[in-house]
Each structure stands twice: as C-alpha cells, then as structure tokens.
C-alpha cells in the first residue's frame, strides 16, 4: 500500500512517500528548485520520492492533498464579508489565484502530475490541514497512546486543536478557530520587528534574551485575553491579517511607540523587549494549555506539530513543567511535514490499516528521509566541477575532519541522506569547534552572510548530553531548549553585567561559548550512534582529541538559500563563502586546493540580502 503525501501552494511545499505505513521518503521543494521555503508544486519531491521507491506514479494506491481547499475558500469569503468593505485590495489580489488555480486544486493536481486516468482521480483524496498535522505529530511517535497538540497560523479555520491518538486511531476533540491564532500573533511581532512572516519567527526567538518583558502585560492587557485551560481570544483591533497586506495597523504602532521597522534598519533594545515580550505571553498560554490538557486527560505522552511547535524554548519549559512525562515534536512541524502525516492519516484512519510502534526512537528514523550520493556520484559532480579534492579510508577521514575542527576551521558536512524538515541534523550542516570564543560572530558574518546575534547549536553525544547541559532526554531534532550545566558556566562579571542588547554577545558564558546564548541556554541536538553513526563516530573522535563531545552545527547554507542537497549545492556553498573544508562522502575538498579561476568564480555567488 504506497500513500504519496503532497503540501503545497502556501509555503514550504513538500511530498512523502509512505508504504504500508512506514516512511519511505520525504523532501521540500526548496532543496531541489533552490527557491527558500518554495511554495509551489512539489514536482521535483515528488519525483525524488518515487525514485527512491523505484516505482513511477502508477504504482501508488492513493495521493492525498494536505488540507481542503473549499472549506479554505470558505473562510476567506466569509472574513472578507464580515470586515467589508474593508479588505478589498486584499480580496482583489488573492481571488484570481483562487479562481484561476486553488479553488479547484483536483483538477490541477491531476494536470500537474499529469494523470489522466480515471481510476487515479478515485484514489485522489483530502485531508484537513490539522488532521495532517496531528497525524505527523502521533503517528510516528513511540507512543502507543498520548495527547497531541497542534498550534500553527491557520489551516482551513483551526488555528489551534486538541486531539487524541491511541493505536490507529486519532480523533481532535477541540479547536479554536481563525482570526484568533497564537501563530498569527507570534507573527505579527515577526512582522512588526523587521523580519518576514512565515520564516522570521526563530529570528525573533532567538533575539529575545537580548531583551527584557516590558511589553508583556501590554500585550496581555490589550491583545490577548486568556482563559485559565489555556484558550484564547484576540483583540482584532491592534490587527490588519485579517483584510489587509500587513501583519499589524496604525492603532498597533501606537500602542507600541512607533511604526514596523524596516528590515534594512537596525536593532534597537526596544525590539529586543518586544520579542522578549511576545516569547515571554506565547510560553504563558503554551504552558496554560499543556497543564490543562495533562489534568484532563490523565496522559503521560504529549506530541506536537504546527508551526507554533517549532518554538524550541517553549518546548523546553513544557518538558521541564513535568506535566507530561514525555514530549514528541514533529521535526517537520510546519506545513511541509503536512505531506508525511497526510499520508499517514489515510493509510490509518481512512484506510484503517494498523500502527506498529516503534521498539526505539521513532517512526521519522531521525528524519533522514532525503536523497543521498554514493562516493561514486560524488566523485563525478565534484570533477564535472573542477574540484581537486582527495578520498581517505573511513578512519582517516575522521581523523582529517577532526584536526580541521580542532584548528577552528568550519567544516562543510555533506554525508548519507538528506534531512527533512527546517533543520540540520548532521546530513547537511556545518560543524565547528563549540570552544571557539569567535566562532559564533565568524560563522554568522563570513560563513552564513547572516544577523551577528544569532545563535548556534549544539550537537552532542546521547550519552554525554547530561554531562554538558540540564537535559537528560532525547532532543534528537533540535526541537529542545535547555541551559548548560552550571559547572561548565562562566559567571558573568560585574561590568559584563551592566552590558545591554548585542553588547552581550561577545562575553563568553561557559566552556562551550559558540552555543551558549546569552541567558546561558542552547538549542540542543542529540545525536545516537543508532540513526546517525557517523555523525556520533565524528563526536565521539573529537571528543578523543579535545575531551569535549560537543560540536556546533549549523545548516549547511547561506542567508536565503535553502540547505544544500546535492555535492554541487555543497561545492558552491564552500567556495562562495569561508567554509575552509568540505567532507563529503569519503572525499575532502580544501579552499586552498581549489584551482584559482574557481575561488574567483564563486567567491561573488553569495551576497548579503
């Protein structure tokens, strides 16, 4: 039984393959078109999909779409009536789209992938875009039972839902409905700090311990009324998503002291309190409902989807609050993981097939669900390239990746299959020495062409991540927030205490400073020998060299490139930025080896944007 999932036309489009309940294979558009968050149709996933399954379209039993596009319709018509006549430049602009292409998406997809047999339309089937998510979130969990909930901008009307999953079976017991939507606040601070909707969000996260919450109970007094179980309500007053172009209007600026800033202008500390603010009244209603939907259900297991989940200090305090004994996120959380569990929701709830439970980690086999390279196909792009480049034995070449690392080189880390989902996990990534004081800035202007005050990873050994952080679970997807250990921490001084905003940046915290933030947490990944070997043996061997199991990692890609997918993406990636070294495969490839025509070539690829 073959189940293609497809996301599309909104943003992050992407396609799954499951068989017989397992899945095969799963990748965004993005990483194939090279267009960053790709909303269009994933022809190219789903071409990769069926590649990797060696089959063609014929050979699969049901293709289902993530959400449904009528009830969609629905709700805009019936957003732009109740606000008209406001909104109408709004509606002038989306209803030809909708017309013309979404509103009759059956036909499209069978023109897209160029089906014209009958018996296919049958199989063609729809999901709400909820359930997709929900069905992400618990069926590859390695819970046979657990509470699941799913927080996001919008689907057709659900913003937020509460479901619950056992065996084969998921049934959503609640929903609060659009235009209230944590997700859509969350964004409207995106937006009103400078920084672009529906892929901002973890800039904003990860500004926030720049500031301090002076804006929370503004935004609690005036834009959000929250019920004791967590429900919620907004006051549409402050808001313009609703029948505008914007996130926010004019009655917003005012209540905050000015118009959006421009994303060409710079941080100020007022816009590190408002994301401080807007963390700070998200994490409050997150843990609201957590705690209430523990109490209700009595469940130990609680999974996670929606773009809402991706939120990685969120999740940290809900698995600290101990309200749940376990927590499960869906490392796909946003709309492209959408493909995986509408595929799964029909292979179990429409089609009723049963669910196997996973006996250790889980069904996403830690998300290596892209395509791969052998040495062979490496080889042949890297000299269709140009590249000088040297193949080592297997120990070797740890070894040689580990003196890079230990020299402070940043190390570009091409190997096996590639991730899905927003995340880097040791396929596609950049590595680094974590004990570096400079490499956070260096990383973040000469490698990434990004923001100064991001911050970075850590990926770290399963059984050492007790030892370095105050965590001691699985965090396999990046998806958890925790502080590093205080024993490894570096008090601050009193004058380092006085800094404000960035000025922190640059005081090294702990034994670890390139992934230590500046309130003393990271962003953690563990890594097992069972789902990435490699990755845990290059650990393991740095951590021989140096004593410390710690590595920084990062997405192998630059400022508004998708993460690279194939040895040519990686390649260019290498020359057109400061990355000293590429592993790939069994390969390394030096900048200092490169022939001088191909540093002058690429080198101008890559601009700031």
């Not at 301090?212 to 834009?223: C, F, G, K, N």
């Not at 899905?420 to 570096?436: E, K, M, N, Q, V």
């Not at 845990?536 to 710690?550: I, M, N, S």
């Amino acid at each position: 039984m073959r189940i293609l999932g497809i996301s599309a036309f909104y943003h992050d489009s992407a396609a799954a393959l499951v068989e017989d309940g397992r899945i095969l294979a799963a990748a965004q558009e993005e990483r194939f078109s090279r267009r960053k968050h790709d909303p269009g149709f994933p022809l190219h996933a789903i071409e990769y999909c069926l590649r990797e399954a060696g089959i063609r379209l014929r050979s699969v039993d049901h293709t289902v779409f993530y959400e449904k596009p009528l009830p969609k319709f629905e709700r805009l018509i019936e957003t732009y009536l109740a606000f008209a006549p406001r909104g109408f430049e709004s509606f002038r602009l989306s209803m030809p789209v909708w017309i013309k292409q979404k509103l009759f998406q059956r036909s499209l997809l069978m023109k897209q992938l160029r089906a014209s047999d009958p018996a296919w339309n049958e199989s063609l089937l729809f999901t709400e875009h909820h359930q997709s998510h929900a069905a992400s979130a618990f069926f590859p969990s390695p819970f046979e039972k657990a509470a699941v909930l799913t927080m996001d901008g919008v689907g057709e009307w659900p913003t937020t839902s509460f479901a619950v999953g056992e065996g084969n079976r998921l049934e959503i017991k609640r929903e609060i409905h659009f235009p209230h939507s944590l997700g859509l606040l969350y964004s409207a601070f995106t937006y009103y700090t400078g920084f672009k909707v529906n892929s901002g969000e973890y800039k904003l996260m990860g500004l926030a311990p720049y500031g301090e919450p002076v804006y929370a109970q503004t935004i609690r007094d005036h834009l959000i009324e929250v019920a004791p179980d967590g429900s919620f309500r907004l006051n549409l007053e402050y808001f313009n998503y609703c029948v505008g172009l914007t996130m926010t209007n004019e009655r917003f600026d005012r209540l905050f002291g000015g118009p959006p800033r421009q994303p060409e202008q710079l941080l100020m500390q007022r816009h590190m309190d408002l994301a401080a603010s807007i963390q700070t009244v998200l994490e409050e209603v997150v843990l609201r409902m957590t705690r209430s939907l523990a109490a209700e259900t009595g469940l130990e297991n609680l999974c996670l989807a929606g773009g809402v989940a991706l939120n990685c200090v969120a999740n940290g305090k809900i698995l600290r609050d101990g309200k749940f004994k376990h927590l499960w996120i869906q490392p796909a959380s946003g709309d492209a993981g959408g493909a995986v569990g509408a595929a799964l929701a029909v292979h179990h709830q429409h089609l009723n097939e049963p669910r196997t439970v996973p006996r250790s980690g889980d069904a996403m086999r830690g998300a290596y669900l892209g395509p791969q390279f052998s040495d062979e196909e490496i080889a042949a792009e890297l000299a269709s390239l140009g590249a000088n480049f040297d193949r080592l034995p297997p120990s070797q070449f740890l070894e040689a990746v580990v003196d890079d690392l230990a020299d402070g080189n940043a190390v570009g880390w091409f190997q096996g299959r590639m991730e899905f989902g927003p995340r880097a996990l040791g396929a596609r990534s950049i590595l680094g020495d974590a004990r570096s004081p400079t490499l956070q800035r260096t990383l973040n202007l000469k490698v990434k062409f990004r923001e100064s005050f991001r911050p970075f990873a850590p990926a770290v050994m399963r059984e050492s991540v007790s030892d370095w952080f105050d965590l001691d679970a699985e965090s396999p997807y990046m998806l958890l927030v925790a502080n590093v250990r205080e024993d490894r921490c570096i008090p601050m001084t009193e004058e380092a205490q006085k800094l404000f905003g960035i000025e922190k940046l640059n005081v090294p915290r702990s034994d670890i400073p390139a992934v230590t933030h500046v309130d003393y947490s990271a962003r953690i990944q563990t890594v097992s020998a069972d789902t990435n070997a490699r990755f845990h043996a290059l650990l393991k061997a740095f951590e021989r060299r140096t004593g410390c199991p710690v590595l920084v990692n990062t997405s192998f890609n630059v400022r508004g490139e998708p993460i690279v997918c194939t040895p040519t993406d990686a390649y260019r990636c290498l020359m057109g930025t400061d990355i000293e070294t590429l592993a790939i495969g069994n390969f390394i490839v030096r900048k200092e080896d490169q022939p001088g025509e191909l540093k002058k070539q690429y080198h101008t690829g890559f601009a700031l944007d």
